[in-house]
């Protein structure tokens, strides 16, 4: 029996598309504040497109530019933080508004999230 702990984030969002053809299941009263069930998940990968998955790329290169090698240690440096809020300011007016989605809420915990310690995420 493995006892060691796993680290993982307390984060989690699903959102499906319903366009199921003989019902579905009801995973939103499983877990009602992490499922979305919604016509277009179009906007949403969209924004975790361009905010989450762009931003951790432009952070790795700017981040091992400073010879960082964790990002979490990257976002402990200001100026590559204040670059990745930047980007991520100028990326979310590619977006349309996002249902349900409060896009600065979702930039802050991006910021929060890639700023964990306890998840030693390297830049490479």
Known sequence: EDEWPVIAEPFLQWVIEDT??????????????????????EPYELM?????????????????LCDHIHVDSALSDPDVFAYLRAYMSEVVKTLEEVQGV????????LLERF??????????
């Open 20 to 41: 199921f053809v003989a019902g579905r299941p009801q995973w939103e009263h499983a877990m009602p504040s992490d499922v979305l069930v919604t016509n277009n998940v």
């Open 48 to 64: 975790k497109l361009r905010l989450l998955n762009s931003a951790h790329s432009a952070l790795s290169y700017a981040a091992m």
């Open 102 to 109: 409060d896009l600065a809420e979702y930039q802050r915990s």
């Open 115 to 124: 700023s964990n310690t306890y998840i030693k995420d390297k830049l490479s």
